[in-house]
């Protein structure tokens, strides 16, 4: 008590105690302020580290959606040719992981991460069937648009996966985004690529939401091989057809017999895999940590670096790609771009 001793000095007995009771809730109130302030410090960062990782990949994957348009537009290869390609690749990966340990989930688990693998791969053909017809922007912002949506349905049905306020909001302002960022307002029509992008955004959807559920009731590197290896063997399935098989050798057959033009196409297709593959990871791995909602939402920012990648090719290597700008076009883009800021916002404050 003598500590309190200054504070009390020609006060009566129940003033003393009334300066006592006053004192200890302001130092109860100070400390709770401050351990409300280290929460969202925590709350903030741990945001943060889910949202920084996904808007690097999907700066990565805009790298490589871009290549994969000046390859698919130019007949490098055909889409079936192309996701065999990816596959190949995915495959090597897989082997590189494996030292780094996984486990064997039940079987149950073991079946969904596998489906997980070969929907995304389906997924995959359709929308470069898509980017053939259209141009990149407009057909990765319709599948983009679109593919928020079914995964908000399928994860709060499967998953009962809730989202804040603030971050309903923010999905709200992601989702106006990128279909501001995929309309034509020229053409005032329904594109046709539509058609295509709908089943494709459907696949992609079912995927994510299910290898979230993997990551739920497993570890992320075992999660991540399994779905790998369901992509792997999907596309093993799509080889039974001769008629696949012969475009696959036809395509490689092509590119074999022009060595200069081989040699710039395996470069492309190497650096545009290596951006589409360290993207791939890294949203798996946002998927892990955060929220499979808004990882999807934020696909936006993706069609936002897709539309400046694709203007400064047009500007500078009209060769490879050619996309059409004009001012109501840069406008628009603009302001999606704008619009997603403001989601990406409400998701970090």
Known sequence: MNFWIPFFNGMTKDEQEDKLVVNLLG????????????????????????????????????????????????????PISYVFSIAMLGAVLILFVLPFGFTVPNLFILIISLIAGAVFTW?????????????????????????????FILAWYVLEEKLTSNQYLAFIFLIVGIFLMALDFQERIIRKTLWIALPASVLFAVS?????????????????????????????VLLI???????????????????????????????GQACGGGGAILIQYAIFLGSVTLVNALQGAQYGFVFILAALATLFLPKLIKETISREIIFQKILAILIIGIGLYLIAV
């Open 123 to 151: 997924g995959l053909i359709l929308l470069f069937q898509a980017l053939q017809k259209d141009e990149a922007t407009r057909t990765s912002a319709m599948i983009g648009g679109l593919v928020p949506i079914f995964v």
């Open 241 to 271: 057809s001769a008629k696949n098989r012969a475009i696959i050798k036809r395509d490689f057959k092509k590119n074999k017999n022009q060595p200069s033009k081989a040699k710039s196409t395996t470069f492309r297709f190497l650096f």
């Open 27 to 78: 130092i109860r109130h100070r400390v709770l302020f401050r351990l409300i302030s280290i929460i969202r410090i925590i709350r903030i960062i741990s945001i943060m580290s889910w949202l920084i990782i996904t808007l690097i990949a999907y700066l990565l994957n805009a790298i490589a959606a871009v290549i994969d348009k000046t390859m698919l537009k130019k007949n490098v290869l055909s």
């Open 208 to 236: 994510h939401v299910l290898t979230k559920f993997v990551y739920i009731n497993t570890d992320f590197l075992s999660g991540f091989v399994w779905t790998r290896l369901g992509a792997f063997i999907s596309i093993l």
